[in-house]
């Protein structure tokens, strides 16, 4: 599985493909603009995708996501964030497979910080991202190994006959000792 790892925009890239990003749900990074998969960075475990994609924030080296997968918990308890005096309550987001604190989700800002209610904080330094459609095709290494088509079938199924009529003769053969087993136990 190739990795790739997220461009996080500036605030005027932001800004200039804001229309394109939160309209198709396209996740931009680099060159590619196939569906990104986001991963848990400890067990690999998927988290989300990029269709749900709703920005990021290359400060705080978080992304946005509407959605997630149910990979995601969600704590019950309510947090509040005094670190930078904002005043914001959130539930710290875990991953269910391996408990990693992936991210938050605000759920009461100040106007400020409106972009942040209902979306998925995750941290860009906990997830891991895979390029959908990024895998080239391998090559057989092997000279000898060919590839079962209808051309190699054919052999396949002969092989197979002849597999079967030397079974059969071995089920004779265990029969007749089996038979012949018993009449000695017979006669003793």
């Not at 804001?18 to 931009?28: E, K, L, N, Q």
């Not at 998969?37 to 749900?52: K, Y």
């Not at 605000?106 to 400020?112: F, S």
């Not at 941290?123 to 590839?147: F, H, Q, R």
Request: aromatic share 6%; hydrophobic share 40%.
């Amino acid at each position: 599985m190739a990795g790739v790892t997220v461009d996080l925009l500036t605030d005027d890239e932001e800004e200039t493909i804001a229309s394109t990003t939160r309209d198709s749900g396209t996740f931009i990074s680099g060159d590619s603009e196939l569906p990104v998969v986001f991963l848990c960075s400890q067990c690999r475990l998927p988290v989300g995708d990029s269709l749900a994609w709703a920005g990021a924030d290359p400060k705080e080296n978080v992304i946005y996501l509407r959605n997630v997968t149910k990979n995601i918990l969600m704590d019950k308890e309510h947090k509040i964030d005094t670190a930078d005096d904002s005043g914001c309550i959130y539930v710290l987001l875990s991953c269910r497979g391996c408990s990693l604190l992936l991210g938050r989700m605000y759920l009461c800002t100040p106007v400020h910080l409106d972009f942040k209610r209902n979306v998925y904080c995750l941290a860009v330094a906990y997830i891991e991202s895979y390029v959908l459609g990024s895998t080239t095709s391998a090559e057989l290494t092997d000279c000898n190994k060919k590839p079962v088509v209808l051309e190699t079938q054919s052999e396949v199924l002969e092989e197979l006959a002849k597999s079967q009529i030397v079974l059969n003769m071995m089920i004779e053969r265990l029969s007749a000792v089996e038979e012949k087993i018993q009449s000695l136990q017979g006669e003793g």
